[in-house]
Nanobody, 116 residues
Framework: QVQLVESGGGLVQAGGSLRLSCAASGSIFSINAMGWYRQAPGRQRGLVAAITSGGSTNYAVSVKGRFTISRDNAKNTVYLQMNSLKPEDTAVYYC??????????WGKGTLVTVSS
């Protein structure tokens, strides 16, 4: 059973930084692609950043240059470093694990609130 647990969310002022973590269990972490998604009130969930098993990364245009996704396979953890935060970054942030067989798993999310 794959489990994903996000942490690191909270309240921060605009211009500040947060680092989100997602700890995975129940799967061989290194072979999976990982991603961070977010959902703001009244909006659909969308991709923020993703990282493949080989370390290639992909970012939403709105966060490129401000956010950095990384992974530590030894700790079964993926991170999202968020700098220069803006009020429009306010959302619940979800971690997703994508297995090579096509199965995907979601965490329960962590709330990020950016005040102006």
């Amino acid at each position: 059973q794959v489990q994903l647990v996000e942490s690191g969310g909270g309240l921060v002022q605009a211009g500040g930084s947060l680092r989100l973590s997602c700890a995975a269990s129940g799967s061989i972490f290194s072979i999976n692609a990982m991603g961070w998604y977010r959902q703001a009130p009244g909006r659909q969930r969308g991709l923020v950043a993703a990282i493949t098993s080989g370390g290639s990364t992909n970012y939403a245009v709105s966060v490129k240059g401000r956010f950095t996704i990384s992974r530590d396979n030894a700790k079964n953890t993926v991170y999202l470093q968020m700098n220069s935060l803006k009020p429009e970054d306010t959302a619940v942030y979800y971690c997703r694990l994508d297995r090579p067989n096509g199965a995907s798993y979601w965490g329960k999310g962590t709330l990020v609130t950016v005040s102006s």
